[in-house]
């Protein structure tokens, strides 16, 4: 198993790394740590003196103290992690270091495409210019990188993802899916809650598609559990954050769609803001629409 751990340095990174080992201390495998040094860059149009060209001194200056800096970040990066996968006597996990400048997104990017991972681990927030998750950049990455994507939420502390909930819109993609949770979380024996928002009781329709989910999963061997709940409200957002708050859910799953190129939405009724205020873990996937 191969996995791509983007950090931009920050303390708050560090709840990725146990996530990272968990999953991969049984089987073994290799752990990326990517960083993009460029996406701190901000400098403003009066910060040179008057006989000075901009471009000269960001490059000669800027740039070199940066790549420095960020050299030495990733070094005792590197080395935190390598100390904590001993201290798990994983000796089947290898490190490698990827340093970049430019773009973080772009990078991320096509470090995806060269390197294949089977998981992106990174933090919804960073100390740099661009955040993963505000704006347009997480509807790229999300839309660009066909490989699962594990967010974890700044401050969060870690914890196993054992209680998770997997929202549905009745994909034809679910049970390829949710095969895919339980192979990802497999360390954590998952009990996987799938449900489902419906407004109009009276409608049959969606009661069938849930019976028909759950059919398919009768005679299909995983290690844990996986139940299925179609969930009556007229308001979506709130419903999901009550379910995961009696459950004890601590990682959130779905498919995310594209509606359109400036619209990108999770079906169901559902935005990203829903997951996002649930301030938990988010293990999503790209849609193969």
């Not at 740039?63 to 089947?92: F, P």
């Amino acid at each position: 198993m191969k996995i791509i751990l983007s950090t931009d340095f920050t303390d708050e990174n560090k709840v990725l790394l146990p996530y990272a080992i968990d999953f991969l201390k049984d089987a073994g495998g290799e752990i990326i740590i990517f960083h993009a040094y460029m996406d701190n860059v901000f400098i403003g149009s009066n910060s040179y003196p008057g006989n000075m060209d901009a471009d000269n001194y960001f490059t000669t200056e800027i740039l070199v103290e940066l790549e420095r800096n960020s050299q030495l970040n990733m070094k005792e990066k590197t080395q935190y992690l390598v100390d904590l996968i001993k201290e798990e006597g994983a000796d089947n996990i290898t490190v490698r270091p990827v340093l970049v400048s430019g773009d973080p997104e772009e990078g991320l990017i096509e470090l995806s495409k060269k390197e294949k991972p089977d998981l992106i681990l990174m933090g919804t927030r960073g100390k740099g210019g661009k955040r993963f998750l505000e704006g347009s950049l997480v509807k790229s990455v999300m839309t660009k990188c066909d490989v699962p994507m594990l967010f974890i939420p700044e401050g969060y502390s870690w914890r196993e993802s054992k209680e998770v909930v997997y929202a549905t819109d009745f994909s034809e993609y679910d049970i390829l899916t949710l095969e895919r949770i339980f192979n990802i979380l497999k360390p954590y024996k998952p009990h996987i809650h799938v449900i489902h928002f419906v407004e109009d009781s009276e409608n049959p329709k969606e009661a069938i598609q849930m019976e028909q989910l759950e059919q398919a999963f009768l005679e299909k061997d995983f290690d844990g559990e996986i139940h299925f709940q179609l969930v009556h409200t007229d308001n979506a957002p709130q419903a999901l954050k009550i379910f995961c708050e009696r459950n004890d859910i601590s990682l959130s799953s779905f498919i995310a769609y594209r509606k359109g190129f400036f619209d990108f939405i999770f079906r169901d009724k559902l935005d990203k803001d829903a997951f996002l205020n649930l301030n938990i873990p988010m293990l999503t996937f790209k849609d193969n629409e």
